[in-house]
Structures are given as structure tokens and as C-alpha cells.
């Protein structure tokens, strides 16, 4: 199956900083990424969809200057979350779908760690 | 929207018995109904899924059986076996390229 890859696996930052996660299709070019946030023993919260070359779609009650999201190429988006603060303590995951009418399944990252102190 | 809901949200059944995932959705006009396998740590993984034109499918040890009528498509797992123990997500998808909405899960443990 198709590989993504997310960076870091896991990082702990202060109160106020700001964390950028990403995620890479490795094998594949992928028009869309998702990403989800997981609470621990918890389902997947999608909180945005983005598509290759144009702005990201919000789920509703996620705040979009807070988490900002960037797919600037086909193996590339990216989720930097501003002036991070405890509660935005999660583990954060991406799953990019390639492009085309014959692609519909996801494949997912391995998930990144956020703790924030 | 779409909701997804998850029954049971834990399950323990013993090695060689068969395990039962219920899921029910809301929108009829949802289409696409994948399961994902999560273990500790690790990606969710795409198991088995089945489209809106099927009522069964199988592949080896699990099968997925969907009834559109009340909106509910469940998981059957034969034959369990301890590597089975994981989290299982159902998810539901309105159209083609679009995201997922999940269910809440259910923690499978499969005891020796």
C-alpha cells in the first residue's frame, strides 16, 4: 500500500510556542490530505481537508488561525497549531488520498505526538 | 451531517470465538463503508470495506455485512486470534474523495 509519512513522531513544547507537523506522501501524490486529531482511547476528529494548491476546509468549531494548514505541494501539507497551550495536547493525524476518480481509500500517517507544557 | 455510532465500545471474547462490531449511520445517502484496525501506537489500517450495492463481503477471517434499509453495516470477525486484539474504527463517507466520519470505536481484546 501507499506510505505517509508525518514528522515529528512526537514533541513537547512550552505553553504559547508553535509546532508545525507534517505530513508526506511518499509513494504517491496526493491531492488530498486529511487531518484528524485522536484524544487518548478516543474515535477521529476530522478537523480539516485540504486539497493540493488551495485553502483548507474547516470542520466546524475548529478554529482556523489556531491551526493553520498549508498543502502547498502533491507530498506535502502541513499543520503548524499557534501559541500552543495544554488543552491542544492531542495526537495529531494525517491521511492523504491520491488523486483521481479511481482513488478513495486513505492512508493514514503514523501520528504525531503533541504535549504541550 | 453524517453520524456515525459504535457498538460495543469494548469487547473481550476468547481465542477461536467470533467477534461482532455494529455500526449504524444517519445519512442514507452515505455510499462507502470502510473499517480501519488500529493497534497501540500505530496507524489505523484499512482492513475490509463494502459500497452501498453490496450486502456482504468477505476476505478470509472478516467479513463486513451492510443493511442499507436501517442504516447499519457490522463486522464479523471468525476465528479470533490474540493479533486481532486492537482498536476498530467504521466509518462512513457520503461521496467518493470525501472524508470519513468515524465511529467512536471499540476495543477489541482477544484472550488466550
Known amino acids: 500500500g501507499a506510505v505517509v509519512s508525518q ?29 484528524y486529531r485522536q484524544f487518548p482511547k478516543q474515535s477521529l ?20 488561525d489556531k491551526f493553520l494548514i498549508n498543502h502547498a505541494s502533491l507530498t506535502l501539507s502541513t499543520l503548524t497549531v499557534t501559541s500552543a497551550h495544554p488543552e491542544d495536547s492531542s495526537f495529531y493525524i494525517c491521511s492523504a488520498r491520491g ?3 479511481g482513488y478513495n481509500e486513505q492512508f493514514f500517517g503514523p501520528g504525531t505526538r503533541l504535549t504541550v507544557l | 451531517g453524517e453520524n456515525v455510532e459504535q457498538h460495543p465500545s469494548t469487547l473481550s471474547v476468547q481465542e477461536g470465538d467470533s467477534a461482532v462490531i455494529k455500526c449504524t449511520y444517519s445519512d442514507s445517502a452515505s455510499n462507502y463503508f470502510p473499517w480501519y484496525k488500529q493497534e497501540l501506537g500505530k496507524r489505523p489500517q484499512l482492513i475490509i470495506d463494502i459500497r452501498s450495492n453490496v450486502g456482504e463481503k468477505k476476505d478470509q477471517r472478516i467479513a463486513v455485512t451492510l443493511n442499507k434499509t436501517a442504516k447499519h453495516f457490522s463486522l464479523h470477525i471468525t476465528e479470533t486470534q490474540p493479533e486481532d486484539s486492537a482498536v476498530y474504527f467504521c466509518a462512513a463517507q457520503l461521496s467518493w474523495g470525501q472524508n470519513f466520519v468515524f465511529g467512536p470505536g471499540t476495543r477489541l481484546s482477544v484472550l488466550p
Open chain 1, 7 to 35: 514528522h515529528p513522531s512526537w514533541v513537547i513544547c512550552k505553553s504559547g510556542t508553535s509546532v508545525k507537523i507534517e505530513c508526506r506522501s511518499l509513494d504517491f501524490q496526493a491531492t488530498t490530505m486529511f487531518w
Open chain 1, 45 to 64: 476528529m476530522l478537523m480539516a481537508t485540504s486539497n493540493e494548491g488551495s485553502k483548507a476546509t474547516y470542520e466546524q468549531g475548529v478554529e482556523k
Open chain 1, 99 to 101: 488523486g483521481g476518480a
